[in-house]
């Protein structure tokens, strides 16, 4: 018996330990004080100010906002693009040439951030490539890219061999029948992956300042990091996380629900 | 000219360094039911891909009705395929995956509409079209796709082994429904199979295949009363296959006893291979009315018939099918007619392999090295050795002996297996034993050297 009390509080207090911070945040967007820990009763007055856009400063928070989810949905499409179409040429591959291709996939997914950002930002000078808006999504499709052929690979492996064939002998030109059959049965895959690249874009830090560039752009990540070391968070930024947290919460509750709902078909 | 709807002409195929098909041809004729019928790896498949358009051959032409298709891609060519598994798109409904082709070509909805109806009614799967495919059973996805085959009116229906997934009740009922649909339709069927019942109780012709050639083609009752090889024979039906010699004309000579036969032509004492079937094996209570006698060794109830396995007084075991129970031990006359003794050319009498000499004492071949009896011939040079198919030992294991191989074949010949090695190289050895041996098997070879014929060759 208190064995298992010992185990339920063990999980607990893990849980709290993880989230205390995103919760600690969450709290205090509820309050006006512009110190982080005071609290001044309860107002929802940092939100009104976020969105109708009365704080100091306000438009290069936005416009950071803006940025960021530009940049990660355009990202996420031509990581998935690309990765739908890698994965797809290195499913056909046979034995090692396969095996080769794969690890070559992977390798950058283990790679430090920081040696990706440093890697592209040298890349880019050596091209005489100006940095800027485009570097930046070229550089996120570049690490988001691996994790779309990762997450498409195992739907064309569940995937009869022989339906693009099919198709074919049906009378669909290779277009035709990507389109037609390929794609729709590599939706749940390619999802997966573009919601997956979207929220790596999101978060990106460190390849982002690598590749920005001097004109001034501003994701979010880059923002505050400006914004701490001017002094102090601006306390709208409280509330805009807990969104933020809240919006990636649903994808991956969606994600989840997903996946149960192709297992149970399996089943 | 006689009109052939499908023509293939001198195809070959290689996959890598595997040549897998070597200069087929075939003939097929408007509304014939052909089967292309061999064991696993036999090439059969390929070239059914060859002719739908998913494979391009390295040699020959396709002629479809005279006209050569090699260059046409999958999606240009007038047929269909059924594919193995089924290959139906699970993201649409019985109705969009029949409908799938028609709404390519634009066909007018209400006439899609009308085909994916008829065609339905013909697979007896109306009132199915909303039903996922995912939700039906393995016989219902099968007559799907037949119907999304049949609804483009295809020249000729490629049938890439349908029914082998299908359980052995459903295979049957299939296989009758199959027969009739082509009767109905008049389209013509090039099915693939390795089930030998199959092919002979659909087909019009059949063409059975081993190793990429083609061994024999020709209606189902030709390829079973008379194959024209041991593969074919051991392949179709219970046979046995025996060693024999043609003392003369219409006499032929095996299991130590002299028969009355319809064979001509193969010369006199030329040693030949004799295919009978059991059910031509005719036995007698009476041990006066046989030919010869046995002992019969087992009796196994198989539903129609008894299979009986006899031991001959000279000591050749035969199998025999007989409606009536015989006891173990029962001791009856043997007779069989000289129409029922289907005589076959020996393909080879001994090995010969390709060899290079080494040294004075050794011999490269087999991608292996062998010991010789002393020979002049000059290191380097090619030879040929031959080798008796007695005069192989096969072991265990394949370190044990000085080439190694797979078995490939195995077929009773009454009193000894004959086997067929397959060395890594695909290099054919075949050897006579009295130890049995199992498909697959991993085996080292052996050879003593004083049965290695070295015979040197011409160079011209």
Same mark, same amino acid.
């Given at each position: ?111 430090? !951030? ?54 074919? !002998? ?47 752009? !501003? ?7 400006? !914004? ?40 | 000219?006689?009109?052939? /709807? ?69 999606? %240009? ?6 594919? %193995? ?12 995956? /029949? ?188 041990? %006066? ?17 008894? %299979? ?25 006359? /043997? ?126």
């Amino acid at each position: 018996m208190t064995k298992k009390i010992l185990a339920k509080a063990y999980v607990w207090v893990l849980l709290l330990l993880l989230y205390a911070p995103l919760l600690f945040i969450a709290i205090f967007s509820f309050t006006e004080s512009r110190v982080l820990g005071n609290w001044t009763g309860f107002s929802v007055k940092l939100y009104e100010n976020l969105f109708c856009a009365k704080m100091q400063g306000s438009s290069t928070l936005l416009s950071a906002v803006e940025n960021t989810l530009l940049i990660a949905v355009i990202a996420a499409m031509l990581a998935t693009i690309l990765g739908t179409v890698a994965a797809i040429g290195i499913f056909n591959l046979k034995g090692r040439k396969r095996q080769t291709m794969n690890l070559l996939n992977s390798i950058p997914m283990v790679n430090p !951030d920081i040696i990706t950002g440093v890697s592209l930002f040298l890349l880019f000078v050596f091209l005489h490539i100006s940095q800027g808006f485009v570097t930046v999504i070229l550089a996120h499709v570049t690490f988001c890219t691996p994790y779309v052929v990762l997450s498409v690979m195992p739907r064309l492996s569940q995937m009869n061999p022989n339906i693009y064939e099919a198709a074919l !002998d049906l009378g669909a030109t290779p277009a035709q029948a990507l389109r037609k059959v390929m794609v729709p049965n590599l939706r749940p895959g390619m999802v997966s992956g573009f919601i997956l690249s979207f929220t790596m874009s999101l978060d990106d830090f460190v390849v982002t300042f690598f590749t920005r560039g001097t004109i001034g752009l !501003d994701t979010l990540s880059t923002y505050i990091y400006t !914004d701490a070391r001017k002094g102090g968070l601006t306390p709208e930024l409280r509330p805009l996380m807990t969104l933020i947290f809240l919006i990636i919460l649903i994808l991956l509750i969606v994600i989840n629900v997903r996946q149960t709902k192709t297992q149970k078909k399996k089943v | 000219m006689e009109n052939y /709807i499908i023509d293939l002409q001198h195809l070959s195929k290689s996959f890598g360094d595997k040549k897998v098909l070597h200069d087929i041809n075939i003939k097929v004729r408007k509304g014939e039911f052909v089967t292309l019928l061999g064991p696993s790896g036999c090439g059969k498949t390929t070239i059914l891909r060859l002719i739908a358009g998913f494979l391009a051959p390295d040699e020959g032409k396709i002629l479809l009705d005279g006209k050569d298709i090699v260059e046409l891609p999958p999606y %240009q060519r007038p047929l269909n395929t059924v594919f %193995q598994r089924y290959a139906l798109f699970p993201h649409l409904d019985v109705y969009d995956n /029949i409908a799938f082709g028609l709404k390519l070509k634009n066909v007018p909805q209400k006439d899609i509409d009308a085909k994916v109806r008829k065609v339905l009614r013909l697979v007896n799967m109306e009132d199915y079209e909303e039903r996922d495919v995912d939700s039906l059973s393995g016989g219902q996805q099968q007559r799907v796709a037949i119907a999304r085959a049949l609804v483009n009116q295809p020249k000729v229906l490629l049938l890439d082994e349908p029914l082998a997934a299908l359980d052995l009740k459903m295979r049957k009922d299939m296989q009758i429904e199959l027969k009739e649909m082509h009767e109905k339709l008049g389209i013509t069927f090039i099915y693939v199979t390795h089930d030998q019942e199959e092919a002979l109780t659909l087909s019009d012709t059949i063409v059975v295949l081993n190793e990429g050639r083609i061994q024999q083609i020709g209606t189902p009752a030709d390829i079973y009363n008379e194959p024209v090889n041991s593969f074919v024979a051991d392949f179709i039906g219970d046979s046995n296959i025996l060693d024999g010699t043609m003392v003369c004309d219409r006499r032929v000579r095996f299991i130590d006893e002299e028969f009355n036969c319809v064979d001509e032509g193969f010369g006199e004492n030329t040693p030949v291979e004799v295919v009978v079937r059991p059910e031509d094996v005719n036995i007698k209570k009476d041990i %006066q009315k046989g030919l010869f006698f046995g002992t019969i060794t087992s009796c196994t109830f198989k539903g129609v018939y008894y %299979q009986l396995f006899l031991n001959t007084d000279k000591g050749y075991e035969l199998m025999a099918h007989d409606y009536r129970k015989f006891e173990v031990g029962d001791l009856v006359g /043997i007779n069989i007619l000289p129409e029922n003794i289907q005589v076959m050319k020996k393909e080879r009498t001994c090995n010969a392999f390709d060899a290079t000499v080494l040294d004075s004492t050794h011999l490269e071949m087999l991608d292996g090295e062998f010991e010789c009896l002393p020979t002049e011939i000059a290191p380097g040079t090619k030879v040929r050795a031959e080798v008796a198919f007695d005069k192989i030992d096969i072991l265990d294991h394949q370190e044990e002996g000085s080439a190694a191989g797979q078995v490939y074949s195995i077929i009773y010949k009454g009193d000894h297996y004959h086997l067929t090695v397959l060395t890594d190289k695909r290099k054919h050895i075949y050897v006579n034993t009295n130890d049995v041996w199992d498909k697959r098997d991993l085996v080292g070879v052996r050879i003593e050297p004083k049965d290695i014929k070295i015979v040197e060759i011409n160079e011209d």
